[in-house]
């Protein structure tokens, strides 16, 4: 072997001695270096391959800056599984004689699509611009959006049947009309704006998900029995459907809909599934919408106008009327949890309304009860939120009323009257008071046609040291009835108004205190 001088430092491997060291002999140094030289060879190997690893035969890409039209032959290259070369008059453009493969838009480069190609793209990537202007394109594989890809076109049919992935920065815009279809769903980590009114369609079961919100305007249908899961935020303002009853739209966890449509979203066919541990669904629209009847995890009511519940609704979570009415006709709205009221209206009852406030559960109440004048009627009040006090804001007449947990008072701003059509029992766990924070005189009425019992608190009288908060309770029933209960009933005054049935009674069986109160009412 033939002696080799080294100059500057090497790194030594072998043995080692008593120090780490490896010494150095001839023979293992060449065994060192000539491995070097084959590791180097194969890295270089693997560098060049690289180069073209991710280019496949019959993938295109621009090579032209500027704006300039799709069917521009001589602007394409096109992969011939060695180099990129300008496509043959056979091989044409993207599209024009064969199923191409990876259609790339690069940077700086501006395309537009002018005709509608005879054959599906294999996959898109684009990071320069692509206008879908005057013509119709499918593609096969996935779409990634590092750039912008813009709909110019009122007639086009644009089907992306991978998945379409907009990555931060990028854009999927349009103003018209065109018709997109969709089959492996939507990632939009950038801007997805669809702002006229082409007919969206989803043709597979796919998932919309992102960072940012999917907007669209156009109707959205989801094929028969097909399944869209939204895991991310989409914004609708035109009408949600289905093509049968088989076809599902599922809010997941964490999930967002906006709805700005006054027709009832999967209203033909299909189901609407809003259950799931974190997802709000927004009826939004500044004006009159139905409210699908499903169960919801988080309900936001906004835009203004009246909210129609198309059945019973249920939400398990967190009820937000932001704006508007909630008009709940001969149907049951259960709240199980909170109850947010930042609106200046408040609910219609009817004949045939049921409103269930709270499953047993605590739940926090941030507004009040507020009925609409001419529609302050319910069938039936359920109130069974521990630790939660409802505050009456206007004047309540029910059929009947169950106080189970939690509790109801008067608000301060006018005189209430709170009239039940049946008996009253307080639960154990409930607490009826005349508001304790009055700013002027007030009376709390409590009116029943039947008897009244008392298990749990009764505290209809107040005085403020300036301020009188008085309760009354009154009778109406034209039958005997009973004033009983196992808890002392604290009441600033009783009234006995039995109409035609005057010679009707009521017996006092339980012990009660009766204020007399020095103000005048």
Do not use: C
Request: hydrophobic residues 35%; aromatic residues 8%; charged residues 10%.
């Amino acid at each position: 072997m033939r002696n080799t001088n080294i100059r500057g430092k090497i790194a030594l491997l072998g043995s080692n001695t008593s120090f780490g060291q490896t010494e150095l002999t001839k023979s293992n140094f060449a065994i060192q270096f000539r491995g070097i030289k084959y590791f180097a060879v194969l890295m270089l190997l693997l560098v060049l391959h690289g180069f073209s690893f991710g280019q496949n035969v019959g993938d295109y890409q621009t090579n032209a800056t500027g704006n300039w039209n799709w069917s521009t032959r001589t602007n394409w290259q096109r992969y011939n599984g060695t180099t990129w070369v300008t496509p043959s008059v056979a091989e044409g453009y993207p599209g024009e004689s064969g199923v191409s493969g990876t259609v790339t838009i690069q940077n700086g480069h501006t395309v537009t699509l002018n005709v509608s190609p005879a054959n599906n793209i294999g996959s898109f990537d684009v990071i320069g611009s692509l206008n879908l202007s005057a013509g119709s394109i499918t593609i096969n594989g996935a779409t990634i959006i590092s750039g912008s890809l813009t709909d110019d076109s009122n007639t086009g049919i644009n089907t992306f049947t991978g998945k379409v992935t907009i990555n931060a920065g990028g854009s999927f815009s349009t103003g018209n009309s065109s018709a997109l279809n969709f089959g492996g769903g939507i990632e939009n980590n950038g801007t997805f704006s669809q702002t006229a009114g082409g007919v969206i369609t989803f043709t597979a079961d796919q998932t919309l998900s992102g960072t940012n919100v999917i907007t669209t305007v156009g109707n959205i249908n989801i094929t028969a029995g097909r399944t869209v899961t939204n895991s991310g935020s989409v914004s609708i303002s035109g009408v949600l459907n289905s093509g049968n009853t088989a076809s599902t739209w599922i809010n997941s966890d964490n999930s967002t809909l906006t709805y700005l449509n006054g027709t009832l979203p999967m209203n033909t066919a299909g189901t609407l599934t809003a259950s799931a541990t974190g997802n709000t669904v927004n009826y939004s629209l500044n004006g009159a919408q139905s409210v699908r009847n499903v169960a919801y995890y988080n309900l936001t009511l906004s835009g203004g106008n009246t909210k129609t519940l198309a059945g019973d609704v249920t939400v398990n979570n967190t009820f937000n009327l932001a704006a508007g009415i909630v008009s709940i006709g001969a149907n049951t709205l259960a709240l199980y949890g909170d109850y947010t009221r930042t609106s200046a209206n408040g609910f219609q009852g009817g004949a045939g309304s049921n409103l269930t406030l709270g499953n047993g559960d605590a739940a926090t109440i941030t507004g009040t009860l507020f009925f609409e004048a001419g529609t302050q009627t319910l069938n039936n009040l359920i109130i069974n939120a521990a630790s939660t006090f409802y505050t009456l804001a206007s004047d309540l007449t029910v059929g009947t009323f169950t106080p189970t947990a939690g509790g109801l008072q008067n608000n301060d701003a006018i005189n209430r009257i709170f009239t039940v059509n049946n008996d009253i029992t307080i639960a154990p766990g409930f607490t009826l008071q005349s508001n304790q924070t009055v700013t002027a005189n007030r009376v709390f009425t409590v009116k029943t046609t039947g008897s009244f019992t008392n298990n749990g608190v009764v505290d209809l009288y107040h005085y403020t040291g300036t301020f009188h908060s008085m309760g009354e309770l009154q009778f109406n029933g034209a039958t005997n009835v009973t004033l009983g209960g196992t808890s002392t009933s604290e009441i600033g005054r009783i009234r006995v108004d039995k109409g035609t049935g005057q010679a009707a009674i009521v017996d006092v069986i339980s012990p009660i205190t009766l204020y007399n109160a020095d103000a005048t009412y």
